[in-house]
């Protein structure tokens, strides 16, 4: 579980929305969003005593109702055995087709006795018995008698045995037998009556079917002998290789096809360039021109002309002949070369076309061949599938009715085994093993069940209360909430003040007046990890801000504050809250002017600031201007914020809430970074989102949060730093070298130790 990070945990650069920075190393990050194993337990310790409780008291309900149960309407339940009589051997495999283990036979055969046992015919032959009829259960309602067996009698079958185990449940000890032993008394009868001239019928008609399914399975055996006398491995080896030649060829006529249709595209372009103009210019017309050797043979005349002609004007001048000579001569090579161009660009285009056309008949011719070889061995290859798919339709044909044929015999074999037909001497297929008796003991309650159940009841209820009052508090209450809702990094946390040993009068304070506290031990980590969060240029000016009012604002601007001042900095701190100043209040002596004085030109800021400790200056906050968002946003207050960076090392502001008013977000966007300070317990997810979300929009650089007050509970944060802190620090005080009458107080003192722990787990 998270901790307030110690100096070991060297933080690296925090996130922000406009610059590339990380979080803090051992943090906890937004991928760890779901519950761990960790938060598991922390809900399960918190919520420890309320799941005693819910268990304690499920566990008292479940004694009480099982011994008032007990005491007033205690169950009897009624049992009645009924074993069903299995087949000799000649029956069981008188036809080999039954490949059925004998423990199978019995089990099936079981099964389905249970299964008639609780048949309209049975029950309704029960509900008419004397038996029944003599009963207070059968007299409270006739009508439903049938209705009621079906809900209240249970059959089931004994493992391992050819038994049936007919059970009822019932307050009075007399009933439940009577009904029972009559239930199974009219199942017996009907079993002995079921074995009649209908079941034999049905016997019958099913050996039929079975006869016609296998003169059909012979005509199938037939039919696929006559088919397999031809090669069906030629066959399956031809359509091997005329797959493959369709394999070869759809490529190739697909090819064929793309190629074709990037031909046409090409000579439509050509054709439209001709007509165009444009075509003469391409690429492919002028490659064509320029390979003529005449034209090569013309352009290095002109240019050794023209060669000549620039030595003979500098000896001569361009009036002299030798020069207008060369001159007639150059105009001749140059119209010579245009005429040529001209007649070379037009051949070129027309062989650019010719050749494009010749192309696409060429693809054309191809992408024919490659169609009609494709279509004639898609044709073999259909001669050969029939051949194939009459021998597989014949095979399918065979096992749906091989099938059908094993059903039928199932079927009878069933019906024989139920009905008991052909059984020698008229064996009867069921008799009554043991009648139920009265039952001596209830079967319900009891209490090895009763008990058991209410426990786990109890952890059930207790341990879904626990998560659904987790889910319900929305209540920031550790950094694994920062991570996983607020998706901002964690500077630290800050403990509360109900948890400190120390009687700590003005928290805000706690810097000076207790210096070795946890509290400001907590402050100097935050300062840590605040100067590892990225380049001292970038957070020389800090907001200090939160969502709400009483969040902790001023305690954590003096305190974090302090910790940097006595770290060697000089730290300014400047009271930004006009309605509700702080600081003011904590240093009477600081001139009146304050911030708000310095803006509107009625003072100095430089003589506003008081010096209340080494290294840290303070500024009020100065009276209540009626316009302060719009001071805190004014070009003096921009100048402001750049002329106090220059002359302190640190430059710290005490903001307003910013969810009650919007002075903290103008002010976010002058000054390096935000630090966000969340109450735990008292701030929720959605008040911490909107406070981000609000922001980032104007664009603020939020370098972290810091979670005020952290409470010790049995499952909360910061217990063992707690007890670790306050026992080293009592180690610390303790002598180096004890006399002997302090060796003899040395035990008393550590044994204090250990009570001021146990109090704090309590």
Request: charged share 20%; with cysteine.
């Amino acid at each position: 579980m998270t901790v307030i990070p110690t100096r070991e945990h060297v933080p690296q650069a925090i996130r922000g929305p406009l610059a590339a920075v990380q979080r803090p190393a051992g943090l906890p990050t937004a991928a760890a969003a779901g519950f761990t194993g960790k938060d598991i337990i922390r809900i399960l310790r918190r919520r420890k005593w309320m799941i005693i409780v819910t268990v304690g008291i499920c566990l008292a309900a479940s004694a009480i109702t099982t011994l008032l149960w007990g005491m007033y309407a205690p169950f009897y339940t009624a049992k009645a055995y009924v074993a069903v009589n299995t087949p000799r051997s000649t029956e069981l495999y008188a036809n080999p087709a039954f490949e059925l283990a004998p423990t199978d036979i019995i089990q099936r055969l079981t099964n389905s006795n249970a299964r008639m046992v609780k048949s309209d015919v049975v029950l309704n032959a029960a509900a008419e018995s004397q038996k029944v009829r003599n009963t207070g259960w059968y007299q409270r309602d006739r009508d439903t008698a049938v209705r009621r067996l079906t809900k209240e009698i249970n059959v089931s079958p004994v493992a391992n045995t050819n038994l049936i185990e007919v059970s009822m449940t019932g307050t009075n000890t007399g009933e439940p037998p009577e009904i029972v032993n009559a239930v199974v008394e009219a199942f017996v009868d009907n079993s002995q009556t079921t074995a009649s001239s209908e079941s034999s019928a049905q016997i019958n008609r099913l050996t039929i079917q079975r006869t016609g399914l296998t003169n059909r399975l012979d005509q199938i055996a037939q039919s696929m002998a006559t088919v397999r006398q031809s090669n069906l491995s030629d066959i399956q080896g031809q359509r091997n290789m005329i797959n493959a030649q369709i394999t070869f060829w759809l490529p190739q006529r697909e090819q064929y096809d793309q190629s074709l249709k990037l031909a046409a595209d090409t000579y439509d372009a050509l054709l439209q360039q001709q007509k165009d103009g444009t075509l003469a210019k391409s690429g492919q017309v002028l490659d064509e021109v320029d390979r003529d050797l005449t034209l090569h043979q013309l352009k290095a005349s002109q240019i050794n002309l023209e060669t000549e002609r620039a030595n003979l004007l500098q000896k001569f001048g361009p009036q002299h002949r030798s020069v207008q000579a060369v001159d007639n001569r150059l105009n001749s090579v140059i119209a010579q070369i245009d005429d040529l161009q001209k007649q070379l660009t037009q051949q070129a285009m027309a062989t650019t076309v010719a050749r494009q056309a010749g192309l696409i008949a060429e693809l054309k011719a191809r992408d024919i061949q490659a169609t009609t070889q494709i279509q004639g061995l898609v044709a073999k290859l259909n001669d050969l599938t029939s051949i194939v798919t009459q021998l597989e339709n014949l095979t399918t044909e065979q096992q749906v009715l091989e099938q059908q044929a094993r059903k039928i015999d199932d079927r009878l074999l069933d019906l024989r085994l139920v009905t008991g037909a052909g059984r020698e001497g008229g064996q009867r297929p069921v008799y009554i093993r043991q009648p139920a008796t009265r039952p001596l003991e209830p079967s319900m309650p009891k209490w090895n069940v009763n008990i058991p159940l209410g426990l786990m009841l109890g952890l059930f209820i207790g341990v879904g209360l626990a998560f659904l009052l987790e889910f319900i508090d929305t209540t920031i209450k550790g950094p694994s909430d920062i991570a996983r809702k607020v998706d901002l990094p964690l500077l630290g946390m800050v403990p509360h003040t109900d948890d400190l040993e120390e009687e700590i009068a003005d928290l805000r304070l706690a810097f000076k007046t207790h210096p070795h506290s946890l509290i400001n031990e907590a402050f100097r980590q935050i300062r840590t990890c605040l100067l590892f969060s990225g380049p001292a240029e970038l957070r020389r000016s800090l907001l200090i801000t939160s969502p709400l009012p009483e969040d902790g604002r001023g305690t954590v601007t003096m305190n974090l504050a302090g910790s940097i001042a006595r770290g060697g900095k000089k730290v300014l701190v400047v009271d930004a809250n006009f309605r509700q100043p702080m600081i003011r209040k904590l240093y009477p002596q600081c001139p009146e002017g304050g911030l708000s004085g310095s803006l509107v030109g009625q003072a100095n800021w430089r003589e506003q600031i008081c010096q209340v400790e080494p290294n840290l200056f303070v500024m009020a906050s100065g009276p209540l201007p009626p316009n302060p968002a719009e001071l805190l946003g004014s070009e003096p207050m921009r100048q402001l914020v750049k002329d106090m960076i220059a002359e302190y090392d640190q430059v710290m502001f005490d903001g307003a809430p910013c969810l009650v008013v919007t002075d903290s977000a103008i002010l976010a966007t002058m000054v390096d970074g935000v630090v966000l300070v969340v109450r735990a317990e008292a701030n929720t997810y959605g008040i911490a989102q909107r406070t981000r979300d609000m922001l980032n929009r104007v664009g603020a650089r939020i370098l972290g949060v810091v979670l005020n007050g952290v409470r010790v509970t049995a499952g909360g944060y910061l217990r063992k730093s707690y007890e670790t802190f306050y026992e080293y620090q009592e180690q610390a005080q303790l002598p180096q070298g004890p006399s002997k009458e302090q060796a003899g107080q040395e035990p008393k003192a550590q044994a204090q130790v250990g009570e001021r722990t146990a109090d704090r787990e309590e």
